[in-house]
């Protein structure tokens, strides 16, 4: 057993072998080494949050023609330990009319249920928190806390404009997990598995130029699910100040902004994951674990660069707008797609790679050129309703 | 191991606890509630008679996903209930909403 | 005392403490926050008793949806924020006995029958249990019939929750 070959196995073979020469019995060994385990892995998560900060505002200043954060330490990198500090040393309110344990609740379980998805995560193929077969629901139900988080913030806040916030976001939340599972289920067919691990595995090659479709409607659920600009609804800054955690100041609230950071993170990575080939980039990383884990960072920080990007760019759609193009696109479109990759999952030949993959492909691009024209003629028919009645009104004012 | 008997006893005093709320609370939506608990419990008894059984007939975790379903749909239609009710009569409370009574 | 007993032990004090909250607690959004509580213990026994499907379909399924539903329901019912008056009925000391009844008649009736107390036999390596539940919900000779029931009763209740609830001007 050696370490680059094995680390996770190799540290806790050697705790083992540390707590049994304290004479600790077997059992109380190997859960204390699990509770290691949560902690590091929790730690390291929240370290790498930190920096998320500065990554977060740097490119969000390139965006805007702007150089960031540049004055503490080069580049800017102590940056987000300024903003520690400053969140630290601010006052900590709790409104008058505040439900007091549900509001400190709210913030904890906020960033809890982003840390709890990377229990699943495998960072290599050997490096991985728990190798769930029912990974992919997993995703969901880590995202059913957070949707539950942020009723609590908003409930406990006893503020009209954090609720307003918390009911568009439920709203939003439950609508966009529909096309969300069902995006979920089309790597589980393509992989006849749920676990992370085996989708990884299985990407000989990469599902993004298998089903390219069900990558962009992952990535726009996610960003949905994330509540992150053009969906940003919950907090929506010029109609309801800042939403559910408008009460919120100080750590508390740093809380709620790291759990967003690491949450976009998080959904980059999970993209990678299900679409990106994971830690697998042409057999690098048969180097060793630990190079495999730095290629996942990558494509999770990849993932991620592109919802900033999605976030830097588009403006905010309308709340009836959103849950209308839910409801009336995304939803058909994902059960649409989820039938034919299982329809041509059982026509197309497994042995040969080369025809399974330009089948899919093309089943792909052909299912989003019908869309496209659907939504062409619909959008021309709208444009001459509206035309039509502008001329009458010209009319009528004549 | 864990015996069978201490799943069947917390799922027994988890279905008792769920009807006291039944019987006892005022509040229709509290009455929901612990008509889940009810739920609940029926779910671990058959979720643990599966374990405890043959695990490879699958009955038990069947009938645990119906009965997710059944109490999903109990729920829509409960709490659609309540407040269509709580929209005409301006309360929630069971023993107000007395018009089929004479 | 093994771990999984003690494991066990914890949950159940987890689920009944927290399921008596949520009958007698007076704040109705904390009897929902507490009904979470409860849900989340049961999760955690189906994954203590091998069926990690249904415990994560339980977070998802009743946490993520019928939970929130409830702290919908509370907050679209309610006119002041807080709950004035007692929760329970006058007659709320009957329907403990009931209760304790039922609990004494059940504990009375599974102590009389012979497995009451069996044990588990090891779970079979390499039994694939998400693998045979999904086989069995969809193949003719199990569950297929009460699985498409289940969908249409569900398509049902949520045209007839919609139907219900619509607010007509």
């Known amino acids: 057993m050696n370490f680059w070959n094995n680390p996770v196995q190799f540290i806790s073979q050697w705790l083992t072998g540390v707590f049994a020469g304290w004479g600790m019995a077997d059992w109380v060994a190997s859960l204390l080494i699990q509770l290691i385990g949560v902690v590091v892995l929790a730690s390291m998560m929240m370290v790498i949050d930190i920096f998320l900060v500065w990554v977060e505002r740097k490119v969000v200043a390139r965006f805007q023609d702007r150089l960031g954060p540049n004055r503490v330490g080069p580049f800017g990198l102590i940056q987000p330990f300024a903003d520690i500090i400053k969140l630290l040393i601010k006052e900590d309110i709790t409104p008058d009319g505040a439900d007091r344990v549900v509001y400190n609740l709210a913030p904890i379980m906020s960033l809890m249920s982003v840390l709890l998805l990377w229990a699943i995560v495998p960072l290599a193929p050997v490096i991985f928190g728990v190798d769930l077969n029912v990974g992919a629901l997993y995703i969901i139900a880590a995202g059913a806390i957070g949707t539950l988080s942020i009723i609590m913030a908003a409930w406990a806040s006893n503020n009209k404009y954090a609720l307003i916030g918390a009911f568009r976001q439920v709203a939003v939340l439950v609508s966009f997990e529909v096309p969300m599972i069902a995006t979920l289920l089309i790597p589980t067919i393509l992989a006849r598995s749920m676990g992370m691990n085996d989708i990884v595995q299985a990407q000989d090659v990469w599902y993004i130029l298998v089903v390219p479709l069900a990558a962009i409607i992952f990535m726009i659920t996610a960003i949905a699910e994330l509540g992150r600009t053009p969906f940003d609804l919950n907090e929506a800054e010029s109609e309801i100040v800042a939403g559910f955690h408008i009460e919120y100041t100080g750590m508390k609230f740093g809380l709620f902004y790291a759990g967003e950071l690491l949450h976009a993170f998080t959904f980059g990575g999970f993209w990678a994951i299900l679409f990106l080939g994971g830690y697998r980039l042409f057999g690098l990383e048969n180097l060793g674990p630990l190079v495999a884990a730095v290629i996942l960072f990558a494509k999770a920080l990849f993932g991620y660069w592109i919802i900033m990007w999605i976030k830097y760019t588009l403006l905010r759609i309308r709340i009836d707008h959103m849950l209308a193009f839910n409801w009336k696109f995304l939803t058909p479109l994902a059960f649409v797609l989820l039938m034919v990759v299982a329809l041509m999952n059982a026509i197309l030949p497994h042995n040969n790679m080369l025809v399974y993959v330009a089948g899919m492909l093309l089943s792909n691009i052909l299912l989003g050129w019908i869309v496209i024209e659907i939504l062409r003629v619909h959008s021309r028919r709208e444009r001459e309703r509206v035309e039509g009645k502008n001329q009458m009104i010209e009319v009528a004012h004549r | ?102 | 005392m093994t771990l999984p007993q003690i494991f066990f032990l914890i949950t159940a004090f987890v689920i009944l403490g927290s399921a008596l909250m949520v009958v007698t607690t007076r704040n109705l959004i904390h009897a929902a926050l507490w009904l979470i509580v409860t849900l989340f213990g049961v999760a955690v026994l189906y994954a203590l008793l091998n069926a990690g499907f249904l415990a994560v379909v339980q977070v998802v399924v009743y946490i993520g949806a019928i939970a929130i539903l409830f702290i919908f329901a509370v907050m679209l019912t309610r006119k002041e924020m807080r709950d004035r008056g007692p929760q329970l009925n006058r007659g709320w000391w009957l329907s403990g006995v009931i209760a304790a009844l039922t609990f004494g008649g059940l504990f009375w009736l599974l102590q009389a029958w012979s497995g009451f107390s069996k044990t588990a036999a090891d779970f079979p390596s390499g039994f694939d249990a998400v693998g045979q539940l999904g086989n069995a919900l969809v193949s003719p000779q199990a569950f297929v019939l009460p699985f498409e029931v289940a969908s249409v009763l569900l398509l049902a209740a949520l045209v007839g929750a919609v139907y219900v609830a619509f607010n007509r001007k």
């Open chain 2, 1 to 102: 191991m864990i015996p069978l008997s201490w799943y069947l006893i917390l799922s027994a005093a988890l279905f008792s606890i769920g009807l006291f709320g039944v019987l006892s609370r005022k509040n229709a939506v509290a009455i929901l509630l612990g008509v889940e608990l009810m739920l609940n419990a029926v779910n671990i008894n058959l979720v643990s008679f599966w374990r405890y059984g043959d695990v490879s007939m699958m009955a038990g975790q069947v009938f645990a996903i119906i009965v997710f379903a059944v109490a999903a749909a109990e729920v829509a239609v409960g709490l659609a209930l309540v407040i269509s009710v709580y929209r005409r009569l301006d309360t929630v409370i069971a023993d107000e909403i007395d018009m089929m009574k004479w």
